[in-house]
């Protein structure tokens, strides 16, 4: 069993900057995919940034330049800096693996607000 807790979240004002950690714990397969994904209110889930066992990296067209997604310290954490904040990045933030290469199981963790206003 795998589980990821986030944390991090907060509140922020326009041009500010947040980090938000994602450390994962049980059983993690040696080729795996972490992703971070928001959800604001009405609105779908979409994927912000992911990164691979391997180190490659992919990022959402709105927030390429303002954020970076980056294996943690300790190793079995992934962090997302997010710099420049908006307003529109206001949403639950939610980690996600995707644990294998055949046949890969998911996992989410329960999510963190992030909220960006003034």
């Known amino acids: 069993q795998v589980q990821l807790v986030e944390s991090g979240g907060g509140l922020v004002q326009p041009g500010g900057s947040l980090s938000l950690s994602c450390a994962a714990s049980?059983?993690?397969?040696?080729?795996?995919?972490m992703g971070w994904y928001r959800q604001a209110p009405g609105k779908q889930r979409e994927l912000v940034a992911s990164?691979?066992?391997?180190?490659?990296?992919n990022y959402a067209d709105s927030v390429k330049g303002r954020f970076t997604i980056s294996r943690g310290s300790p190793r079995n954490t992934v962090d997302l800096a997010m710099n420049s904040l908006k307003p529109e990045d206001t949403a639950v933030y939610y980690c996600?693996?995707?644990?294998?290469?055949?046949?890969?199981?998911?996992?989410w963790g329960q999510g963190t607000q992030v909220t960006v206003s003034s």
């Open positions: 990164i691979t066992s391997g180190g490659n990296t």
């Open positions: 049980g059983s993690i397969f040696s080729i795996w995919t």
């Open positions: 996600n693996l995707a644990n294998g290469w055949i046949n890969p199981s998911d996992y």
